[in-house]
């Protein structure tokens, strides 16, 4: 891998944003008498704290890059 970092004179660099987003998943099991039902339940123990995400799965990893100074020279998000 090469190393972008190294040798870097960064006084003349310009300055980029770089926003990330991460979707993790996990399973959680619940029981109910129809799907309308497990929905209510899940949303009320995810609200409750009952389910944390403890060892999710990246299934997605998203970027978009920015000028701090020129907001209209940005990327679209893409998958890296």
């Not at 944003?17 to 899940?42: G, H, L, R």
């Amino acid at each position: 891998m090469v190393n972008l970092l190294k040798d870097q004179d960064w006084s003349k660099k310009m300055k980029y944003i770089v926003t990330i987003e991460e979707t993790c998943s996990q399973d959680f099991v619940v029981e109910a008498d129809n799907i309308d039902e497990a929905k209510d339940i899940a949303i009320e123990r995810y609200d409750l704290g009952d389910f944390i995400l403890d060892d999710p799965c990246v299934t997605e990893k998203l970027m978009s890059v920015r000028n701090d100074s020129n907001e209209e020279e940005c990327t679209d998000w893409f998958e890296f």
